[in-house]
């Protein structure tokens, strides 16, 4: 029996650079772990840190957020 995964696939060219990660998750991962590891593949690629403190979740078209 296979086990269902996610899999992730994300890459950064510039400035003479390149930089990509490969992730895979189980099925029931949050969308804070994947974003985790992408932000710091981001992070260690450019030496710049993104200040993303709190609840980092998706956007979507109609999508209804608490605080408005």
């Known amino acids: 029996m296979t086990t269902e995964k996610f899999s992730v696939e994300f890459s950064i060219k510039g400035f003479g650079k390149e930089h990509t990660f490969s992730g895979q998750y189980a099925d029931n991962v949050?969308?804070?772990?994947?974003?985790?590891?992408?932000?710091?593949?981001?992070?260690?690629?450019?030496?710049?840190?993104?200040?993303?403190?709190?609840?980092?979740?998706?956007?979507?078209?109609?999508?209804?957020?608490?605080?408005e």
């Open 30 to 67: 949050s969308w804070k772990e994947i974003l985790d590891d992408v932000v710091k593949t981001l992070e260690s690629s450019y030496g710049f840190s993104f200040n993303m403190d709190g609840d980092t979740g998706m956007y979507y078209p109609g999508k209804v957020d608490a605080n």
